[in-house]
């Protein structure tokens, strides 16, 4: 066999052993983590090793604990990937992760590793190295923020009697003070640890690893298309909200006998509510303006119907009349084309407010505050549709991907729920009521609805989580932190041509009440931070060809494809294995003919003829 051939046969080799291993990607690491596990009636903190190996894959996610923690974890786990892989702005569809939880000791599940297991995603996939003398503890949040955990102290304790020099805390949480005494960073100095507060994933990974993932702050600056569209949002409800105060005069002795004191308090609060519309219009809060007209069209219509003096059947007429108008619009609703998040969004928004009408209507006795009510929800439903169709990227928001993520968001409220419910057991009604109507939205197809109610709903678990654990002259630094999360994370979105209308507004929202009422502030804040991620439960709809989906179809094939191509290569080397074999049989041949034909002298060995 010649060397040419030789050097073919090799170069085949090598392409079917390579081949398989162009495609494979495997990154490992770890990172430590504090928990704490359940001793008697208390808690006591643990020492944990979270290790993540990342391959190629489909975007699954995959957690062993040792010993086995709570189904709950698995879920934070799913989320604070999603997070990272924002956070990097990387298609985490291709890979997947493996994170093993190694503990002395049984955790408790709930999402307090949340921002450890993003911070080692992160690491992972940008191939950095993270300090192995720092342990961190803390959830992860939209927003990227980085939340307060329980039992603090304790994790810093557990932390010293490990050996590890260094443990990263939630910021809210560093000024405070358990003996009423002594803060938690000094408290980590008093024992021996450095205790470093970080506000957010980015703040995690610069002190985990010396790499700056800075963000540039800039102001969330609305698209122009929006901001007419929420011009004329406010300036149609504001507009409507004058013209019903001017019909309303409860001192109209002429047709009245005596004043009515409560129509005297409706109309002063309804002239309230309008002027500061027209305030909020001016400031450009047009958000703030739609809900305070909202609220005084309410309230003059209210009036407007006592005035009317309806007998039952004339109320009953004009509430089939508002039903017949909720139901034609609410057809016209769903057969809208959801496309973008803009699309999505909007959808939420028109569809809430037709089922608010539609049970406030079922629920009222037809009396003038539930017709007038309903009436107005359903003109505010109206109204907000003009947000249809303005463009953007577009996703698949088909039922069945409206299903998947309505199912993991679902995953991650009950996470939260469960673990507030061991601090609070029966105290959290509210929200479990809200968590059952997603659940219900959930079960009946109302997969958009569900996505909405289950982000609410888990915005205020990450609300009653944060409250949980910090005190209360930290709200106001809590408040900063969301309202400058809110603004980072819708300014991301619209840099990604996405323009969160829902979370966009809630933010304008909450910057408007933070001086008057903080705590709604941070409820709306974090409404703003849940719905501004929204996408990441979403496909982007691919034009022309996607790498990706290639990427995938070829891995998917690559087993019938390399054992097709060691076919090929088995006849190949079969083929030139006996083609060789031939001809050094018929060289054989060739001689043999030449040394034993009659006639012929026989060579010597020497080739010296004997003479």
């Known amino acids: 066999m010649n060397k040419g051939v030789k050097a073919l046969i090799l170069i085949l080799l090598a392409i079917s052993i390579v081949s398989p291993m162009a495609l494979a990607v495997t990154r490992t690491g770890h990172i430590k983590l504090l928990a704490v596990y359940q001793e008697g009636e208390g808690f006591k903190g643990s020492p944990a090793d979270v290790e993540l190996e990342i391959k190629d894959g489909a975007g699954r996610v995959f957690l062993e604990t040792i010993p086995l923690s709570k189904v709950d974890t698995q879920i934070s786990t799913r989320f604070a990937k999603e997070m990272a892989c924002s956070f990097v702005d990387t298609d985490c569809d291709k890979y997947d992760f493996f994170y093993t939880i190694k503990s002395t000791a049984g955790i408790v599940g709930g999402p307090s590793a949340g921002g450890a297991i993003s911070a080692l995603t992160v690491a992972m996939l940008n191939d950095l190295e993270i300090d192995q003398e720092t342990a961190m503890t803390g959830t992860i949040n939209s927003g990227e923020l980085i939340g307060p955990v329980g039992s603090l102290r304790a994790k810093i304790e557990a932390a010293k009697d490990a050996g590890i020099k260094r443990v990263i805390i939630p910021s809210v949480q560093a000024e405070q003070k358990e003996d009423n005494v002594t803060d938690t960073v000094e408290y980590g100095k008093e024992i021996g640890v450095e205790v470093v507060p970080v506000a957010t994933l980015g703040e995690a990974m610069f002190a985990l690893t010396g790499t700056s993932f800075e963000q540039e702050d800039k102001e969330a600056e609305a698209p122009a298309e929006y901001k007419e569209t929420m011009e004329t949002v406010s300036g149609e409800l504001c507009g409507r909200a004058e013209s019903l105060l001017s019909e309303v005069d409860v001192f109209d002795l002429n047709t009245m006998k005596s004043v009515n004191f409560d129509w005297v308090k409706l109309q002063l609060e309804a002239k309230n509510l309008t002027e500061k519309g027209k305030e909020a219009v001016e400031n450009g809060n047009f958000y703030s303006a739609a809900s305070y007209c909202f609220g005084s069209s309410v309230k003059s219509n209210t009036i407007l119907y006592e005035m009317k003096n309806l007998t039952q059947e004339q109320a009953a007429e004009e509430a089939a009349t508002i ?251 079969c083929w030139i294995v006996m083609r060789e074999r031939r001809k050094d049989r018929k060289e054989v041949e060739k001689t043999r003919k030449m040394l034993f034909s009659p006639g012929k002298k026989r060579p010597t060995k020497t080739g010296i003829r004997l003479r």
């Not at 496909?539 to 097709?564: C, H």
């Open 323 to 573: 039903s017949k108008k909720i139901d034609d619009f609410d057809r016209a609703t769903e057969r809208r084309q959801k496309e973008t998040i803009t699309d999505l969004q909007t959808y939420m928004i028109v569809k809430e407010r037709i089922l608010e009408a539609r049970q406030y209507l079922a629920d009222g006795a037809n009396d003038s505050s539930t017709l007038s009510y309903t009436n107005e929800r359903l003109n505010s439903a109206i109204v907000w549709s003009g947000f249809f169709n303005k463009g953007g990227e577009k996703y698949d928001l088909d039922e069945e991907a409206l299903k998947e993520s309505c199912s993991e968001i679902l995953g991650e409220v009950d996470e939260r729920f469960q673990y507030l419910n061991m601090f609070f057991p029966g105290l959290l009604n509210d929200l479990r009521n809200n968590l059952l109507m997603a659940h219900k939205h959930y079960e009946t197809g109302n997969y958009a609805l569900c996505v909405y109610l289950a982000s609410r709903t888990k915005a205020e678990a990450n609300v009653m989580v944060t409250m949980l654990s910090i005190k209360e002259e930290v709200v106001d630094e809590l408040l900063r932190q969301k309202l400058i999360a809110a603004r980072h994370a819708v300014t991301k979105q619209i840099d990604k041509g996405i323009f969160p209308i829902i979370a966009y507004s809630y933010y304008e929202y909450a910057s408007s009440l933070q001086e008057e009422n903080k705590f709604a502030a941070l409820i709306y804040a974090e409404y703003a931070l849940e719905l501004s991620d929204i996408d990441i439960y979403f496909q982007k709809k691919t034009t022309g060809i996607d790498a990706s989906a290639v990427r995938e179809t070829l891995k998917k094939y690559l087993p019938t494809a390399m054992f097709i191509w060691g076919l090929v290569l088995g006849y190949l080397l």
